[in-house]
């Protein structure tokens, strides 16, 4: 698990604040929406827990597929372009 943590250090890092931000906003609109703690409580954390993982595999997958695809300059050099 440390390996993984280590890593991939920059994601969860990201992910992490990205997870702050979704609570903070999830709570201001459930409140506002719902009017009640509890419920802006309960979701606030819900929501966000499952958009982190989320968003975690959809990083992962995007840095995948970018390193895989050729760059502008080699593409250029090599008459894909």
Request: net charge positive; aromatic share 12%; with cysteine.
């Amino acid at each position: 698990m440390a390996n993984f943590a280590l890593a991939n250090l920059a994601t969860l890092k990201k992910t992490a604040s990205y997870y702050v931000v979704h609570i903070t906003v999830a709570a201001v609109v459930a409140y506002s929406i719902t009017g009640d703690l509890l419920m802006a409580f309960t979701l606030s954390l819900l929501e966000p827990t499952v958009q982190a993982v989320a968003f975690f595999c959809h990083e992962k997958a995007w840095e995948r597929w970018g390193s895989n695809r050729p760059r502008p300059q080699a593409a250029a050099a090599s008459g894909l372009m």
